[in-house]
C-alpha cells in the first residue's frame, strides 16, 4: 500500500472518529469502503469485522488498514485479470507480446486526441527495450502505473 494510498484511508478514518478516540464503530468500515469504491462481500466483511474487534464494537486504524488492504489486493487482482484479458485479445498469436501497432490501436481507442508524435513518445517510453513489441510487464506498467 502506497503512502498516499495509506492517507487516503486514515483520513477517511479520522472524518468517522470526531472525537480523535483512535477508534471508529466497526459498523461505519461498510461506509467508508463503499465511500472509497472498494468492492466487498458482506459476509466476508462481517467476518474480518469480528476478527478485529476485540469485543467492543470498534476498530482502531491499524484493524481498518488490514481490512482495507484486503480489499484492496482483491481489487488489484481482479484489475490484473481483466488486464489480462485485454492483453491476450491483442495477442491473437499467444505469443507473450503484442506488437507496437496494436499499442498503437489501444492508445489511440484510449485517447483519440493523441497525435502521432505524442503516441511515439508513449510507445517508446512502454517499449523499454526497444523490441518493437510490448510483453504483459510492460503492458501492466503502462496501464497501472506501476
Known sequence: MSDEQEAV??????????RKSGFIEKDRVRTILTT????YDDAELGKLLEGEDEGTGQINFDSFRR????YQEEDDAAMEQELKEAFRL?????????????????????DDKLNNDQLDEMIAEIDTDGSGTVDFDEFMEMMTGD
Request: charged share 20%; glycine share 6%; no cysteine.
Open 9 to 18: 484511508l486514515l483520513k477517511a478514518f479520522q472524518m468517522f472518529d470526531p
Open 36 to 39: 472509497l469504491d472498494f468492492r
Open 67 to 70: 481490512i482495507a488492504q484486503h
Open 90 to 110: 491483442y495477442d491473437k498469436a499467444g505469443n507473450g507480446y503484442i506488437p507496437v501497432a496494436s499499442l498503437r490501436e489501444i492508445l489511440q481507442a484510449l
